[in-house]
């Protein structure tokens, strides 16, 4: 059974850097895509980057240039690197497998990320 634990989150001021990781447990992690999710209060979850396992990557406007998507196959992790952060990336963010509009596996805790002065 799949497991996918997110850590890293944390309060943050405008501006600043946090880097949120991912493990992902009980599959062949190298052979599957990876994203990066968030759902702040009140709105569906999106998905906000993504890496192939041929390590494309593609990200949503909103985060372009400020976040980055990454990934290590010998620990089963991903990574998700955000700097200059705005109030508006509030939210929980979860990883998981995209597939088309859907996910492949059961959703983790999340991580909370706000970001305020």
């Known amino acids: 059974q799949v497991q996918l634990v997110e850590s890293g989150g944390g309060l943050v001021q405008p501006g600043g850097s946090l880097r949120l990781s991912c493990v992902v447990s009980?599959?062949?992690?190298?052979?599957?895509?990876m994203g990066w999710y968030r759902q702040a209060p009140g709105k569906q979850r999106e998905l906000v980057a993504s890496i192939t396992s041929s390590h494309w990557t593609n990200y949503a406007d909103s985060v372009k240039g400020r976040f980055t998507i990454s990934r290590d196959n010998g620990k089963n992790t991903v990574y998700l690197q955000m700097n200059s952060l705005k109030p508006e990336d509030t939210a929980v963010y979860y990883c998981n497998t995209p597939v088309g509009r859907q996910v492949r596996w059961t959703w983790g805790q999340g991580t909370q990320v706000a970001v305020s002065s």
């Open positions: 009980g599959s062949i992690f190298s052979i599957y895509d």
